[in-house]
């Protein structure tokens, strides 16, 4: 990890630490192998290409765990004040990039655990283009039971049944290069009981124990569109 983004990261974590009501219960973030994002053709990519409002999805930390990139075309809220179901608290650092605008989330919902499958996705990001009188703009609307998230600031409930935020993806943005990498998650995670879940479900897209190999290296990039055959509008 760049030493610019590790300090951001210790940073908000520091502060958390600070406050002495979130002091038992602080989360810090979990590292695990640093991969870097790449496009179908597994060229590095670029945070200048991600286009504003797109839902792109790649896979971390486990081959079979599908996550949110997004370019959310304006700068997030900075050190986000978050609480798991578990009454665990911490703080969402913010956005990556030049603008602080790119941000990363595990795309299964907190509430059921609905996920984007190679078949069918009830979740997305919807911009002002793509929202409807159910679902906010800008915001991230699960269609399974209504959850909606702010993806701006640490993707807080905004409504609906979930119990927590998304599990937020730890990016890193290099400079020099305008390459992304994942590095870490923050928040509650979920992934041992999406594993149970949806065991067969995994095994049949991605085959046995590949769902839960973990990442490393590189990790593709693609949109939704293109991912998954249908998305579910609410």
Same mark, same amino acid.
């Given at each position: 990890?760049q030493? =610019?983004?590790?300090i =951001?990261? $210790?940073?908000? #974590?520091a502060?958390?630490s600070?406050? &002495?009501a979130?002091?038992a219960?602080?989360m810090? &973030? %979990?590292?695990?192998?640093r @991969?870097?994002? /790449?496009?179908?053709?597994? %060229?590095?990519?670029?945070a ?5 409002g797109?839902? *792109?999805i790649?896979?971390y930390p486990?081959?079979g765990?599908?996550c949110?990139l997004l370019?959310?075309?304006?700068? #997030? /809220?900075?050190n986000v004040a978050?609480k ?9 650092p ?7 605008a790119? /941000?990363?989330?595990?795309?299964? $919902?907190a509430h059921r655990m609905? *996920?984007? #499958?190679?078949q069918i996705?009830?979740?997305? *990001?919807r ?5 409807? +009188?159910i ?5 991230i609307?699960?269609c399974s039971?209504h959850?909606? *998230?702010?993806?701006a600031?640490?993707? %807080? ?6 119990p927590?935020?998304?599990s ?5 943005h290099?400079r020099?290069?305008?390459a992304l990498y994942? /590095? ?6 979920m992934?041992?009981?999406?594993f149970? +879940? ?6 049949l897209?991605?085959g @046995?124990d590949?769902?839960r190999r973990?990442?490393?290296?590189q #990790?593709p990039?693609?949109t939704?569109?293109?991912? $998954?055959k249908?998305?579910v509008?609410?």
């Amino acid at each position: 990890m760049q030493r =610019r983004e590790f300090i =951001r990261i $210790c940073a908000a #974590t520091a502060a958390i630490s600070a406050q &002495p009501a979130f002091s038992a219960a602080e989360m810090k &973030p %979990r590292f695990y192998a640093r @991969a870097q994002l /790449v496009d179908d053709r597994k %060229r590095p990519l670029k945070a200048a290409k991600l286009a504003a409002g797109e839902n *792109y999805i790649f896979h971390y930390p486990f081959e079979g765990t599908p996550c949110f990139l997004l370019n959310l075309g304006r700068p #997030t /809220v900075q050190n986000v004040a978050l609480k798991t179901e578990a009454g665990g608290v911490y703080l969402w650092p913010g956005g990556v990039g030049t603008d602080r605008a790119i /941000v990363g989330y595990s795309a299964i $919902c907190a509430h059921r655990m609905s *996920y984007p #499958t190679p078949q069918i996705s009830f979740i997305s *990001y919807r911009d002002r283009s793509t929202a409807s +009188k159910i679902s906010r703009p800008n915001t991230i609307h699960c269609c399974s039971e209504h959850s909606e *998230y702010d993806p701006a600031a640490g993707a %807080r409930v905004l409504s609906g049944p979930a119990p927590q935020p998304l599990s937020a993806i730890l990016l890193e943005h290099d400079r020099a290069t305008d390459a992304l990498y994942a /590095v870490g998650t923050l928040g509650g995670e979920m992934f041992n009981a999406f594993f149970d +879940k949806f065991e067969f479900k995994l095994v049949l897209d991605y085959g @046995a124990d590949q769902a839960r190999r973990r990442v490393s290296g590189q #990790t593709p990039v693609t949109t939704l569109q293109s991912f $998954c055959k249908q998305q579910v509008k609410c």
